[in-house]
């Protein structure tokens, strides 16, 4: 690969990012029909966690944009999933595990719960 440990973490947590606020949506959803007691907290703590996400997938797009960097999904399969990466003007066709990918953002939203810090990938790379 072209991109740097810095570019490799900001490509992967530009792909991640967007796998979070669909899993936290869809969550949010069910939260707003559930019939527990209080869904309110609950909530608030989602469209919480969603806001700071799409913020930090702001900058990240911006710095991605800064550094010349363009990443868009490609094709997706049984057991991977297919970007296609443009770092400085080289091109590459990276390939992710979706088992990888699902554990990565389950992780991250563990760390989420429990208010550790969740801008970094917890092993690094997500292949």
């Known amino acids: 690969?072209?991109?740097?440990?810095?570019?490799?973490?900001?490509?992967?947590?530009?792909?991640?990012?967007?796998?979070?606020?669909?899993?936290?949506?869809?969550d949010l959803q069910i939260f707003?029909?559930?019939?527990l007691k209080f869904t309110?907290?609950?909530v608030l703590w989602i469209e919480k966690r969603m806001t700071e996400i799409s913020?930090?997938?702001?900058?990240?797009?911006?710095?991605?944009?800064a550094k010349n960097i363009k990443v868009s999904f490609h094709r997706r399969?049984?057991?991977t999933s297919e970007y296609n990466i443009i770092v400085r003007g080289y091109h590459e066709v990276i390939k992710y595990s979706n088992f990888h990918l699902?554990?990565?953002?389950?992780?991250?939203?563990?760390?989420l719960?429990?208010?550790?810090?969740?801008?970094?990938?917890?092993?690094?790379?997500?292949?």
């Open 32 to 35: 707003q029909r559930s019939p």
């Open 1 to 26: 690969m072209y991109a740097t440990k810095e570019e490799s973490l900001l490509i992967d947590r530009f792909i991640l990012y967007p796998m979070l606020l669909t899993i936290l949506n869809r």
């Open 77 to 79: 399969y049984e057991d």
């Open 55 to 65: 913020h930090e997938l702001h900058h990240i797009r911006k710095e991605m944009k």
């Open 113 to 127: 719960f429990l208010d550790q810090a969740w801008k970094e990938p917890s092993t690094g790379d997500l292949h």
């Open 40 to 42: 309110q907290p609950y």
């Open 102 to 111: 699902r554990n990565q953002a389950e992780l991250t939203l563990q760390r």
